[in-house]
């Protein structure tokens, strides 16, 4: 927890810049790329925090997405919803295999407990999120399954 909370501190006081930096840890990506969540912010640049492949996927959507329409994605899939106001946020231990982990992040979205679970992969020196899922949702869904099935569907 405290080190999550010295991560925490040192994104807000040196602000997304240190994006640039790579994350050593699955721990300091994920509490990086929940900062601007916890400050009640939308994120500016996810692109940063997401490896080549799912980076890929966001701009094959985009590409193939028509002009005015939204594309495949309808909500945001880290908070699991339209909305946010993050609160009880915590990430559990990673499993490490290699150069992939898995790690869970657990909180309240408006009160109502979410499991969000991450696949994430070392590259470039730097741990990246690969793929998101939530199982427990009552919609549950995985961001990598969600981008083939619009590509199906074209």
């Known amino acids: ?30 509490a990086a790329f929940y900062a601007p969540y916890l400050a009640d912010e939308i994120p500016e640049n996810e692109a940063a925090f997401r490896s080549d492949a799912l980076n890929a996927l966001y701009e ?13 994605i309808e909500f945001d899939p880290y908070v699991d919803g339209q909305d ?13 295999e290699g150069d992939q982990a898995q790690v869970v992040v657990s909180f309240t979205n408006f009160g109502e407990p979410r499991d ?12 990246l999120i690969d793929d998101v899922a939530n199982e427990d949702a009552e919609h549950p869904y995985r961001l990598s399954q969600i981008f083939a099935e619009a590509r199906a569907d074209r």
Request: aromatic content about 8%; cysteine-free; proline content about 6%.
């Open 116 to 127: 969000i679970i991450y696949d994430l992969v070392r590259e470039n020196g730097s741990w």
């Open 84 to 96: 946010f106001m993050i609160a009880d946020f915590s990430i559990g231990d990673p499993i490490i």
């Open 1 to 30: 927890m405290r080190l999550l909370l010295a991560i925490l501190a040192s994104v807000a006081a040196f602000g997304l810049p240190a994006v640039a930096q790579p994350f050593q840890t699955p721990q300091e990506l994920i």
């Open 60 to 72: 094959e959507d985009a590409e193939s997405t028509e002009e005015g329409d939204i594309g495949a």
